[in-house]
């Protein structure tokens, strides 16, 4: 990789850890906060190849083991309720990287965001809550409600904004 890549890696792996604590209340829940990761990680997405997403994402997913990069604490979080979302990350957008397409387009953008990563993520951030909290399967509708219907709208917000974003910025 030359240094023009490495540099834009390591500019959106620092604008990840500054947007986990950029949060905001969520409306549609009483007390929950949303933070702007979702809107960087599409971005990371968008702007790197497959292999560069991945190593981003997942030594994000290493440095906040270590390091509280990430509202709420270190390693607990990834073993805690939360830790489906975040052990789906680099999953879901390295997945985005790979489809996002060959041209920079604002609706291919969105609607690839939206239908590729959202669902990933969630899924792994309901299976990981039913895990860590010893749901069964007969709670899905239960702990869908609870911990991911609440933040789809934000979600696809986030996705909208980061696709308007990665189709403006020339790097």
């Known amino acids: 990789m030359d240094v023009r890549t490495l540099t834009k890696m390591a500019l959106l792996l620092a604008l990840m850890c500054i947007s986990a604590f ?100 969630h899924i792994g951030g309901i299976a990981g809550y039913m895990l860590f909290t010893g749901m069964g399967l007969h709670q899905l509708w239960a702990a869908f409600l609870l911990v991911s219907a609440p933040f789809i709208p934000t979600d696809i917000v986030k996705c909208i904004i980061a696709a308007w974003l990665a189709t403006k910025i020339k790097i």
């Open 22 to 121: 950029l949060s905001f209340p969520n409306p549609l829940t009483p007390g929950m906060m949303t933070t702007l990761l979702t809107l960087i990680m599409c971005l990371v997405g968008f702007m790197l190849q497959p292999k560069q997403a991945f190593i981003v994402l997942a030594g994000y997913v290493i440095l906040a083991s270590f390091v509280p990069v990430y509202v709420g604490g270190r390693i607990a979080n990834i073993f805690g309720p939360t830790g489906g979302y975040i052990l789906s990350w680099p999953i879901a957008y390295t997945v985005l990287s790979l489809l996002k397409g060959h041209t920079s387009s604002f609706w291919q953008y969105t609607w690839r965001s939206i239908v590729i990563t959202i669902p990933l993520v």
